[in-house]
């Protein structure tokens, strides 16, 4: 992926899951296995969905190995 965070931020929201997600913690922080369960998906998938929002700096991970969850 680009370093421009301008792909990065599209490329993030072109998935429907991460929109859906992103659209989610717009009303409240949640847990991965609550967003998980909400979305049908293994916490394997909704941990990397997380990342790639991180990434595109759409939301603040709670931090690694932790169960602070996500914003």
């Known amino acids: ?3 421009d965070p301008l792909s990065s ?3 993030a929201l072109a998935d429907p899951v991460r ?3 992103l659209s989610r913690l717009a009303s409240g922080e949640a847990t991965l ?3 998980a369960g909400t ?3 293994t916490p394997q998938a909704g941990s990397k ?3 790639g929002l991180a990434r595109a700096r ?3 991970p709670g931090p690694e190995g ?3 969850p996500p914003r």
Do not use: W
């Open 1 to 3: 992926m680009d370093d």
């Open 9 to 11: 931020t599209f490329a």
């Open 19 to 21: 929109r859906a997600i």
């Open 33 to 35: 296995s609550e967003l």
């Open 39 to 41: 979305f049908s998906i």
């Open 49 to 51: 969905h997380l990342k």
């Open 58 to 60: 759409a939301v603040n």
């Open 66 to 68: 932790t169960a602070r």
